[in-house]
C-alpha cells in the first residue's frame, strides 16, 4: 500500500511539473523569469498604496474635460497593446494625436500653459507615431514606453477626473523596466501582452 502511495505520488508531481514548465514557457519565453512572482502584485486596497496628488485642482472645467480625453485616448492604447491589437492602438494614437491639438490653452493660467506645452510637446510625437505603426507592435510598444512617462507627468499636473494608477514591468524595455498608467488595479502588461499580460505591479494611485 505504501509502494501504490509512493507511485501515486511520484506521478502527480510529474504532473503538477509539467504543467508548470508548460506555463512558465508559454509565458515567458525567452526571459529568466526565476522570480516572476515577485512581479506580479495584486494590491487588495487603495489604502496599501502610495498616494499621489494631482497638482493643479483649480483648472478650468473646459480645458479639464480636454485633458481627460488625451488620458482616455492614452488608455485606449495601452489597452490595445495589451490585447495585442496594433490596429487598435493605431486608432488610440491618432485620436490621442488630435486631442492634444484641440486643448484650449487660452483657458489654462500661465504656469499651467508652461507645464501643458512641456508635457505634450513630445506626447503628441509618440501618439503620431504609434498611429503610423498599425503593422509593428514592437514600435509602437517603444514608444509607448517614453508616451507613458509624459503621461504619468500629465496626469500628476492634470488629473483625469478619476483614479489612475502607475504600473511598472522591470521586465519591459530590455529588462530595464517601464511603467504605464491604468484605469484599474488590475495588472494588464501593454508590452507583453498575452505572453506576460499579468507581469508587474501597481506602485502608486494618482488622485
Request: hydrophobic share 40%.
Amino acid at each position: 500500500m505504501n509502494k501504490q502511495l509512493f507511485t501515486t505520488a511520484i506521478i502527480s508531481a510529474l504532473i503538477l511539473s509539467a504543467c508548470t514548465n508548460n506555463e512558465s514557457k508559454n509565458e515567458h519565453d525567452g526571459h529568466d523569469m526565476k522570480d516572476t512572482a515577485q512581479h506580479t502584485t495584486a494590491v487588495a486596497d487603495d489604502k496599501d498604496l502610495k498616494t499621489v496628488a494631482v497638482k493643479y485642482i483649480d483648472v478650468d472645467a473646459t480645458a479639464a474635460s480636454a485633458v481627460k480625453l488625451i488620458v482616455d485616448h492614452y488608455l485606449h492604447i495601452k489597452n490595445a497593446l495589451a490585447n495585442d491589437n496594433p490596429e487598435e492602438a493605431a486608432n488610440g494614437g491618432k485620436a490621442m494625436a488630435e486631442a492634444v491639438k484641440k486643448v484650449d490653452k487660452s483657458l489654462l493660467t500661465a504656469e499651467q500653459k508652461k507645464a501643458y506645452d512641456e508635457i505634450t510637446s513630445e506626447l503628441q510625437d509618440h501618439a503620431e507615431h504609434v498611429a503610423k505603426n498599425a503593422s509593428d507592435i514592437k514600435h509602437q510598444r517603444s514608444h509607448f514606453i517614453l508616451m507613458s512617462e509624459d503621461m504619468y507627468s500629465l496626469v500628476k499636473a492634470f488629473g483625469a477626473g478619476r483614479p489612475l494608477y502607475h504600473d511598472h514591468c522591470p521586465m519591459a524595455n530590455d529588462n530595464k523596466g517601464a511603467m504605464w498608467i491604468s484605469e484599474m488595479k488590475e495588472v494588464k502588461n501593454p508590452y507583453f501582452g498575452a505572453k506576460m499580460l499579468t507581469c508587474g505591479s501597481v506602485e502608486e494611485v494618482i488622485q
